[in-house]
């Protein structure tokens, strides 16, 4: 392992820092790759391209690392973008992250790395990697709060094969503290919240560029309209803020909630109260499946399943399961389960990958 080549991804922040120190420290031969996956529109305040570009570089000197730069805009569009813009268009919530990670970091990232010379890449991801009887196991951190297994349940065993995740067993306090300890100036940087294309700007805003206004009426499931949506695309289920009714003299029920959309009525089904039955769901269907696993997991056992990320694995059984779709069910009732979002199967600590839900 030492003196072998290692391609970093880079992002300016302290995890991705901290990655590329370990790995120096191992005696590998490090070389840091800054991705810049979006360029639309990279000079306006939300966006914070240049400012990680120099974050990279500052860290890379301190390390005593060769940084690359790459532009994978055109592959982002083409792949994720345009994917994320049919999702939302059709009425789903989708999760880019999890397709970024599928589509561009550990694929066209990978690629690059190999025409590098290296064998492996490593990214500042919390997870961790297992080699199990000839196969790779993706496993959950150690960091239970700081877990990324969830986005990245779509590697494939040839993908988890070249991968290192030299955090996998630290935890986010103990990054800090090596990174303060190093001298890297970015050890206190917050972490990146939200979709990489869209940054810190208000997300309806970002949605209305590419997106249409089609407004339509907001109606409880009973029928009665108690308000206008501005569009299906821009709300998403479970939605309490910027639902947008307010005043009604009967609405001593509580908050409202988006429960549902029909989409060939154009109409937002909304409801009264978070505990709202119409909120919760005993099972789901899944399709489009992925098993980083390397094998679809068998029906009738019991398993954990998140359906968002950052919720604790909730008990479920594998109802049915083909090619295409499964279907699970939950021994309790799941809040805001919301089509777009994956849900990914696991068996302990070990992902066993998982499947966009319907």
Not at 204 to 214: G, T
Not at 310 to 319: L, N, V
Request: aromatic residues 8%; glycine residues 10%.
């Amino acid at each position: 392992m030492a003196g072998e080549r290692i391609v970093v991804g880079m992002s300016g922040g302290v995890d991705s820092s901290v990655a590329a120190l370990l790995l120096k420290r191992r005696g590998f031969d490090v070389v840091g790759l800054f991705m810049k996956n979006w360029e639309e529109d990279d000079d306006d305040e939300y966006c914070s391209t240049r400012q990680d570009l120099i974050d990279c570089a500052s860290v890379a000197e301190v390390i005593g690392i060769e940084l690359e730069a790459v532009n994978f805009s055109a592959e982002y569009k083409e792949r994720v973008f345009g994917a994320f813009l049919a999702e939302y268009s059709a009425g789903r919530t989708p999760n880019p992250d999890v397709l970024c990670n599928a589509e561009i970091k550990f694929k066209a990232f990978l690629d690059h790395a190999i025409a590098l010379g290296a064998k492996h890449i490593a990214t500042g991801h919390y997870a961790r990697v297992r080699e199990s009887a000839g196969r790779f196991e993706l496993l959950k951190a150690v960091d239970s709060a700081k877990d990324q297994s969830y986005f990245l349940h779509r590697l494939t065993q040839a993908q988890l094969a070249r991968v290192v995740f030299p955090l996998g067993e630290l935890r986010k306090t103990e990054v800090r503290r090596i990174a303060r300890q190093a001298g890297l100036h970015n050890f206190a940087k917050r972490g990146s919240t939200g979709i990489c294309f869209i940054g810190e700007r208000p997300f309806r805003e970002f949605l209305n560029r590419y997106l249409p206004r089609k407004p339509g009426p907001m109606r409880t499931p009973e029928g009665k309209t108690v308000g206008e949506h501005i569009g299906l695309s821009f709300y998403t289920i479970g939605q309490r803020k910027g639902v947008g009714i307010g005043g009604m003299k009967d609405s001593a029920g509580g908050a409202w909630y988006v429960c549902g959309k029909d989409l060939a009525k154009n109409e937002l089904i909304v409801v009264q109260g978070h505990d709202h039955p119409r909120l919760l769901s005993q099972k789901l269907r899944a399709e489009d499946l992925a098993w980083v696993s390397g094998a679809a997991p068998q029906p009738s056992f019991s398993y954990g399943a998140k359906t968002r990320y950052r919720q604790a694995d909730a008990a479920c059984r594998i109802d049915r399961i083909g090619d295409e779709d499964l279907e699970v069910e939950f021994s309790a009732p799941q809040w805001a389960v919301t089509p777009g979002q994956s849900v990914v199967l696991y068996r302990e600590d070990v992902c066993l990958g998982g499947g966009v839900i319907q």
